[in-house]
């Protein structure tokens, strides 16, 4: 098993709607879970991170971890066009990332207007 | 606050030849990794750093990569030859408990 994975989409959401982005891990990484936003040509970029169990909420994006089932989830309300992107699903281990972080291969999402 | 510096942003170049990267974190952030990144791929570690000390290399092709992190702040990492295999986009990120990639440096090998 991959330490990350995710599925690879690609998905599809119509504009205003819920985007729902899933990722599973294994038990080497464990403790911190990040989610990475990547524009076609750009770098990673942080939007969401994640270290208990529950919902954690930052504007339209909401991330829930589940350690007992090793999931980590994004959930993007009101989806936008500006939305569309690769988001990257990362874990890390017990210093809160400051160690080998590992990525999923990301999900491609296109937001339909 | 400045975020993460790489150069060059592009570079082309003919197999069996040398390249470097260069890498400047974010002021303060002590861990500083080197990822490389396929095409429709996620971020692979190549080697993690705490400080001037290479903590994770266990994924870099030490016959061909090298890298160094002197005094613990800015980085380089080289491929001596290149290969054909090795085009891709070369991220560099810092971390203070998050990590911030910077902008990468798209690398051709013909």
């Known amino acids: 098993q991959k330490e990350v994975e995710q599925n690879s989409g690609p998905l599809s959401v119509p504009e205003g709607a819920i985007a729902s982005l899933n990722c599973t891990y294994s038990?080497?990484?464990?403790?911190?879970f990040f989610w990475y936003r990547q524009y076609s040509g750009k770098s990673p970029e942080l939007i969401m991170s994640?270290?208990?169990?529950g919902d954690k909420e930052d504007g339209r994006f909401t991330a829930q971890l589940n350690k007992a089932s090793q999931y980590v989830s994004l959930l993007i309300r009101d989806s936008q066009p500006s939305d569309s992107a690769t988001y990257l699903c990362?874990?890390?281990?017990?210093?809160?990332?400051?160690?080998?972080?590992?990525f999923g291969t990301g999900t491609r999402l296109t937001i339909i207007p | 606050e400045a975020g993460v510096v790489q150069s060059p942003r592009y570079k082309i170049i003919e197999k069996k030849q040398p390249v470097a990267f260069w890498c400047n974190p974010i002021?303060?952030?002590?861990?500083l990794y080197w990822y490389r990144q396929n095409l429709g791929q996620g971020p692979e570690l190549l080697i993690r750093?705490?400080?001037?000390?290479?903590?994770?290399d266990s994924q870099l092709p030490k016959d061909r990569f090298s890298a160094e992190r002197l005094k613990g702040v800015d980085s380089t990492l080289k491929i001596q030859p290149a290969e054909l295999g090795d085009s891709a986009v070369y991220l560099c990120?810092?971390?203070?408990?998050?990590?911030?990639f910077g902008q990468g440096t798209r690398l051709t090998v013909v």
């Open positions: 990120a810092s971390s203070d408990a998050e990590a911030f």
């Open positions: 038990d080497r990484v464990s403790q911190s």
């Open positions: 994640i270290y208990s169990n």
């Open positions: 990362a874990g890390g281990g017990t210093n809160f990332g400051n160690e080998k972080l590992t």
């Open positions: 002021s303060g952030h002590n861990t």
């Open positions: 750093y705490e400080n001037e000390e290479a903590v994770d």
